[in-house]
């Protein structure tokens, strides 16, 4: 399943947005995280980020198990089904989330700092 978003949509880079979304650097793999949905490392969600001009790619699966024999790459995955769905949904909202985020930071006003109740107290 893929998730497109815009580059503009993202308050940080890739690699900082998915560690957000618990996910973690997969080394040795092209552009890649998983996320564990328990303690042992599978089942996982795998995501492979390609990223253009203007647009982020999360191309996701489920890698249900590891490969069955030694030196094997193949592995049970699933590409479609709820449970993917639903993880794609999941990101698609932190990104939403991060929108007024970003919004907000360009219209900051700087002031005088804040002063706390025992500043106040003694102006």
Known sequence: MKLIVGKNQLDSTV?????RAGYRFMPGHEPS??????????PRFHVYTEI?????VFNMHLDQKEASY???????AD????????????LQT?????LPVVRLRESVV??????????????
């Open 70 to 76: 030694q030196g094997a790459h193949m592995h049970n």
């Open 15 to 19: 690699e900082i947005f998915l560690q």
């Open 52 to 56: 253009g001009e203007e647009k982020i």
């Open 94 to 98: 932190l990104v939403k989330e991060q």
């Open 33 to 42: 995280f998983t996320r564990a949905l328990g303690r042992n490392n599978y």
């Open 110 to 123: 700087l002031t005088e700092p804040k002063k706390n109740w025992f500043q106040k107290l003694f102006k």
């Open 79 to 90: 590409y479609e089904g709820s449970v993917v769905v639903e993880e794609a949904r999941r």
